[in-house]
């Protein structure tokens, strides 16, 4: 007699498990250059939950005495696995020329993964090592 095991997730996970900032839509410096104040240049923000990646953007609105902050949902992907850990590539170090960082994610099952922002589809899409 064969049994099967049938694993259907009625909703997503709702706790963080991870979190950072990073310069993923634009780069620190680009933004700098192009005379931003530094109300205007915040990261991202980045959660992971369990198998779950979220990307926002944080906005601030008003003076630089009294400015609120708001987050707006960039992307969200489901990931095939559990993130172990999460990590920035600063992108400053390595190509002056793209001042975007990539995220960097470990699962569970010895499996890395590097992520970058992409501008045509505005979502994160694999990148490789090798180009980072």
């Known amino acids: 007699m064969i049994q099967i095991l049938i694993e259907m997730k009625a909703h997503p996970p709702t706790s963080v498990t991870h979190c950072t900032a990073a310069y993923l839509t634009w780069g620190e410096k680009e933004n700098k250059e192009q005379g931003a104040t530094d109300l205007h240049s915040c990261p991202n923000l980045v959660t992971?939950?369990?198998?779950?990646?979220?990307?926002?953007a944080v906005k601030l609105d008003g003076s630089f005495d009294r400015a609120t902050a708001r987050l707006e949902l960039l992307a969200s992907q489901r990931l095939f696995g559990t993130v172990e850990s999460l990590g920035v590539l600063?992108?400053?170090?390595f190509d002056p020329a793209n001042r975007r960082d990539a995220l960097m994610l470990t699962f569970r099952d010895a499996k890395l993964s590097v992520l970058r922002w992409d501008d045509s589809t505005f979502d994160l899409v694999p990148s490789s090592l090798h180009s980072v």
């Open 48 to 56: 992971i939950r369990s198998n779950y990646i979220d990307v926002y």
């Open 90 to 93: 600063r992108q400053q170090a």
